[in-house]
Every structure is written in C-alpha cells, then in structure tokens.
C-alpha cells in the first residue's frame, strides 16, 4: 500500500539557520504530496502541496518540489525562526477515483532556538 | 473564513464507557473525514463519508460508528472505549470539484482520554 516516509527527529536548528526534512513516498501512479504542520496544543495546518510532478508549492518561506524521479518532497526553508518550531508531516494523496484519504508520515519535530 | 469546528475539545471517560465526538465541516464542503492521532503518532484515517454516505474506511474499529447528518456535520461514536482509545480525534473537511486536489482542512481536534 502507499506510504510515506520522512527523516526522524528531532530536529534543533539555531535561528536563521537552513532546514531540510526529508520525505519519500511510496504509491502507484501520481498521487498528490502534502506538508502540514501542527503546532503545539494545536490541529493540522496545510503549510504547502503539489499535485503533479515537477510542481514546486510553497508558502510561508517554505517550499517543496514535487520530484517523481526520486519519489521525494523533501520540505525546505532558507532561513528558520523559532516562530516555526512545531511538528512537519508529509502526506500523500493516491491518484484515482475514490482515493481521498491522507496517508501521513510520522512526522518530524523541529526545534528553533534563538 | 471559518474552519472545520469539533466539540468538545476534550473529554475524559471511563473504560467501557461511551463517547460522541462532533464534526462540523466548512460551509459547502460535502466531505468529512475522521483521523486518530496517538500520542507522538502520525494521524491515522479512520472513515470519510461523501454527501452523507460512507465513502472511504480505514482503520476504524468494529466498536467505532459514525455517520454524516443531513445539515453535513458528522459524528463518531465510540462504545466500549479501551485505554487504548486515548487520542487525539481529529475531524477534516474538503469539497469534490473537479480539477481539485481535495485538499483537506481539519479541526482543531478532540482530545479523548480514557481513564
């Protein structure tokens, strides 16, 4: 079945440092790729998406490319503040009729210290 | 704009007990989806229904029941709760339009204990 995998944390980066989370997926066909975040105490936030290979989606200062050739939408962001510290998932959505539901990765909690 | 509203937003019970969460989707969103999030876990998909029918089941236990009212708001009822059962609940909404990615807008979550 689909899944998605993403680098395990923690992760404790300094202010205005650079950050990558890795995510590869595992699906048939091109499915839709999701970040959200949650922050603590809080729900589930859509950060950014792309629905086709070679999109990149962005938003905030964060961005992700859509990479069918790797299977990867590693989440990226040049410089950090610790307004960002919270948890990153990355999600999936199967392409074909019927298949709606969102298979997470198990997230990865960033930490950002002044 | 208004979001996805759940209530409550917690709720203590008992073993063997039972709980109701409610879901109250984004107006004009046909699409409500249900999510269990264990502590320090990804969110797992539960159930979704479409226009009030079940549409999607995923890992939802047999003691587990939900429906989809006619006003679009949805419940999850869950009877002879287990310790297990203590997560966080989250609800999700989206609308079917053609050229849509269905993206997903949840709730802020109910957090369910069981004591």
């Known amino acids: 079945g689909d899944s998605v995998t993403q680098m395990e944390g923690p992760v404790t980066l300094s202010e205005e440092a650079c950050l990558t989370i890795n995510c590869t997926y595992t699906a048939t066909g091109y499915p839709s790729l999701f970040w959200y975040v949650q922050y603590p105490g809080e729900g589930l936030q859509l950060l950014l998406k792309a629905t086709k290979a070679d999109d990149k989606g962005s938003n905030k200062g964060f961005e992700a490319t859509y990479r069918k050739e790797t299977t990867s939408f590693h989440l990226e962001k040049g410089s950090v503040q610790v307004s960002d510290s919270a948890v990153y998932f990355c999600?999936?959505?199967?392409?074909?009729?019927?298949?709606?539901?969102?298979?997470f990765g198990k997230g990865t909690k960033l930490s950002v210290i002044p | 704009a208004a979001g996805v509203i759940q209530s409550p937003r917690h709720l203590i019970k008992e073993k063997r007990e039972t709980a109701t969460l409610k879901c109250y989707p984004i107006p004009r969103h046909d699409t409500v989806y249900w999510y269990q999030q264990g502590p320090g876990q990804d969110p797992q998909f539960l159930i979704s229904f479409y226009e009030k029918m079940q549409s999607d089941k995923g890992s939802i236990p047999d003691r587990f029941s939900a429906q989809q009212f006619s006003d679009y708001h949805s419940e999850l009822n869950m009877s002879s709760l287990e310790l297990g059962d203590s997560a966080l609940y989250f609800c999700?909404?989206?609308?079917?339009?053609?050229?849509?990615?269905?993206?997903?807008?949840f709730g802020p979550g109910t957090r369910l204990t069981v004591t």
């Open positions: 999700a909404s989206s609308i079917r339009t053609s050229g849509s990615s269905y993206e997903q807008y």
């Open positions: 999600a999936l959505r199967a392409s074909g009729a019927g298949s709606y539901q969102l298979t």
